[in-house]
Every structure is written in structure tokens, then in C-alpha cells.
């Protein structure tokens, strides 16, 4: 069998220490094991970190092997058990826990390096997914070798060595393993992959792991290019994290759809795996759709939002969207305004109202829109719809549900605050006893 150490693929130095992200599988298995075996060489510090995902009834027994084999081979050990799951997607919700796990650990111990055991089978059956699924070319070179991150690296020695090599090395060194019978379902998607594709591109070619290996590089230098220009397309259309459509809808095609993937990894960080081709075109139509204001869903509760020549993502809240509060002399309201009465002023703007009280019916009432909602508008013959006012003064999408509509008692919209007055307001040389004001 081809020989395999952990030198060949990674550069070690002295005192480096190492977090192992271990499950007692044969891969995880037989980094540790190489690990060991240079480790008196470099004077490495190594830490297992193990998860117990507690789905299967062999969780606990693997755990205790991995607890005492660290024992007796004075390695740090490190674990967690996930509770509960609350996410649809099991693996993106079990990946999220453990690489924050991991990362805990590295801040804890200080490491140099994350070591996962992720060998050439992982990358092809990562790369045909993404193909299948569709993905940016960051997405298709599958996942590097070497990840540089904030004081240490993600390292992923194995990426050369294919599952049956290193099954071959556990037991040719006498390595005990445990293997993980939800890896056979065809339930998940990966194990479909694993079971029904691999063996058909490995009768092909025995040492295609290699060609997607290349085929992963040949894409990382490409896409390492193609940041720049998306980099310098980003200064270019983004104002305020949000997207200018008139600037964006003039730069290369296939670099909206980069600056669009961006962002979505930056908004959605680890669950970018949720994203794909569909919804960079949901984004792309409603870009250039002719409707000056309009919404489309992404998954997690995260809402693309067109508002005029902007385009904004936000992630949908518990916050306040419709409320009725009837007012005395002050009353905060959700935007962060609000509205109060005042013995006095000289401004005649649309921030402030001026209300003779024999003509409405009090008290008056702060309240959000209602569905058909109509203002008399002052100097104005008829009424219009609270909705088009809205439109006429270009307030955002987002920005009319909890917007404050004042009305008397018997619902007669009397004030729409910082944009329409009715013909209930009054001049400053007319009768009236209430003055309000919105800041």
C-alpha cells in the first residue's frame, strides 16, 4: 500500500500545538495515530475534540474508547454532546456546533492548527454536490487543504489519501476504530453520493481522488482572481451594505452573481450551505423586475428587500410590525420617534400638526396602517390612499408597516407624521388648542 505520514503533506514545526477534531472513525482515527507517531520529534501539544452527537445508542461507548485511549496516551481530551437539534438541515446545524466547538478549544489552548480528518473521497463527493446543487467557484473547488484564519489555520492533511488507504494504515498499525452505521442510510444526501457515484468514478479511474484534488486547486487560483475583480465591484455598488441597482445592473454579469453570492456569505456565514443557483436568481429578477418595491423570501427567516434603486438583505424579527396607542401628551413609538405635544412653535413643516379639538373627537389615537386606509389631504379636493402617499414619498418597504398614522376616535386620519398634513390641520393664524410634534 502507498505509504502514508503525516509529514508528506503538512510542514510541522516545534512546540506546534494541534487541535484534532477526532469522532473515532477510521479517518479521525488515523490522523491521531500519525500524529503520535511524531509527536516526541516536534514536541507537539494535542488535543482531541470529540461531539457526541447523541443520535445513536453507540455514542457513549464511543465516547469512553476515545476518553481512555487518550489516557493512556497522555493526549488532551475534549467533548461536548448536542442535546438537541433545532435546525431542518441536520448536517449544516452539526457542522455550525462543532466547528464553533472547535474553535473554543483553539482559543482555549492557544493552537496553531485545527486538524480534520478529511481525506480525497470527502472532496469528491463535496465538489459533485455542490456541481449538483450549483454553487459560485468558491463552492465548486469543494473545501483547501489549508484555511488561514484569525491566529491559526485549518488544516486538512489527509485530502491526498482516499478512505480505503487509510482503512489499509489503521490496520496495518493496529488501530482500533469504530464506524458510524448512519453513514450506510440513504437518508442523507452525502451517503448517496458515497455509495452509488464514488464507486463508478473509482472503477473508472482508481486514482480520480487526485484529478478532483487538481480539479479543487485549478478552481481556488481562479477564484482567488476573480475576488479582486469582485472586490473592486463591491466598492463600486455598495453604499451602506446595501446594493446600488443602477451601479450594479452595469457591471459584468458574471460578477453580479459574484457580488451576490458575497454578500449572501457574509449575511449568512456558516449556513451558506442553504444557499444555491435558485436564489441568486429569485435576487437577480428582482433586481431588475420593473416594481420599484418588492420582497423575496431566502431560507432562515431572511427577506431580499427592493426599495427603489436599492436592494437590501434582512433577516426577518420578532420586531413590532403593527401597534394602537392612545395618546395623551407623549407617546414613543417603535421607529424610534416620537410624537408629543408642544405649548409652541414656529415651524409649519410636516413634523408638526396643529389640531383644533371641536372639530375631531379626542383622544386621539397613534395606530399603523390599516388595510384601504384614506386621508383627507390638506388644500387637497378628495382623499388619497395612505398607500400611494407612501409611494409618492419613496418610504421604504420595510419602513410602512410600523410607520404611526394618528387618528381621532372615530378613525379619521388627521396626521400622517414627517409627510402629509389633513385638512384637519390648521395655520398658524387659525384656531386650534393642540400642537404636536414628531422628531
Known amino acids: ?75 488532551v481530551f475534549e467533548s461536548m454532546t448536542i442535546k438537541n437539534y433545532g435546525d431542518d438541515n441536520f448536517h449544516n446545524e452539526a457542522r455550525n456546533i462543532r466547528y464553533n466547538f472547535f474553535e473554543e478549544l483553539v482559543r482555549k489552548y492557544e493552537a496553531n492548527y485545527l486538524m480534520t480528518a478529511h481525506h480525497g473521497d470527502d472532496l469528491i463527493e463535496t465538489i459533485l454536490m455542490r456541481i449538483s446543487r450549483g454553487s459560485n467557484l468558491s463552492g465548486y473547488s469543494g473545501f483547501k487543504k489549508i484555511v488561514h484564519m484569525e491566529g491559526y489555520d485549518i488544516v486538512r492533511p489527509l485530502l491526498d489519501y482516499t478512505k480505503n488507504e487509510l482503512e489499509e494504515y489503521d490496520l496495518l498499525n493496529g488501530v482500533k476504530y469504530y464506524v458510524d452505521s448512519s453513514n450506510s442510510k440513504d437518508t442523507y444526501t452525502r451517503n448517496r453520493y458515497r455509495k452509488y457515484m464514488l464507486p463508478f468514478l473509482k472503477k473508472e479511474d482508481p486514482n480520480i481522488h487526485s484529478k478532483f484534488l487538481k480539479f479543487s486547486n485549478v478552481i481556488s487560483d481562479a477564484d482567488r482572481f476573480i475576488e479582486k475583480k469582485r472586490d473592486e465591484a463591491l466598492f463600486l455598488v455598495l453604499e451602506n451594505n446595501k446594493i446600488n441597482i443602477d451601479k450594479f445592473i452595469n457591471i459584468d454579469k458574471f460578477l453580479q452573481k459574484e457580488v451576490l453570492y458575497y454578500i449572501m456569505g457574509e449575511f449568512y456565514q456558516d449556513d451558506l450551505i442553504l444557499i444555491n443557483d435558485k436564489h441568486i436568481e429569485l435576487l437577480l429578477n428582482l433586481i431588475y423586475s420593473n416594481r420599484a418595491n418588492s420582497f423575496v423570501n431566502l431560507p432562515n427567516e431572511v427577506v431580499a428587500n427592493k426599495n427603489y434603486n436599492y436592494l437590501e438583505l434582512k433577516r426577518v424579527s420578532d420586531e413590532i410590525t403593527s401597534y394602537e396607542i392612545e395618546f395623551d401628551n407623549y407617546v414613543e413609538l417603535p421607529n424610534g420617534k416620537v410624537i408629543k405635544k408642544v405649548d409652541n412653535i414656529n415651524s409649519n413643516s410636516n413634523n408638526i400638526c396643529r389640531l383644533n379639538s371641536k372639530d375631531i373627537v379626542l383622544p386621539l389615537i397613534v395606530r399603523t396602517r390599516k388595510f384601504g386606509d384614506k386621508m383627507y389631504i390638506k388644500g387637497l379636493n378628495g382623499s388619497k390612499k395612505i398607500k400611494d402617499i407612501f409611494i409618492d414619498n419613496k418610504v421604504d418597504v420595510k419602513d410602512r408597516d410600523i410607520w404611526p398614522v394618528v387618528v381621532d376616535s372615530k378613525d379619521n386620519i388627521v396626521w400622517l407624521p414627517g409627510l402629509k398634513k389633513s385638512k384637519y390641520d390648521k395655520k398658524k393664524n387659525e384656531n386650534y388648542d393642540i400642537i404636536l410634534k414628531y422628531s
Open 1 to 75: 500500500m502507498k505509504k502514508i505520514s503525516i509529514e508528506d503533506s503538512i510542514k510541522l514545526n516545534k512546540n506546534d500545538v494541534i487541535v484534532i477534531g477526532c469522532s473515532s472513525g477510521p479517518d479521525s482515527m488515523a490522523l491521531v495515530d500519525m500524529l503520535l507517531k511524531v509527536r516526541d520529534k516536534y514536541n507537539l501539544s494535542l488535543i482531541i475534540a470529540h461531539i457526541n452527537h447523541n443520535l445513536r445508542k453507540e455514542s457513549v461507548e464511543e465516547e469512553k474508547y476515545l476518553e481512555n485511549y487518550c489516557k493512556t496516551n497522555n493526549i
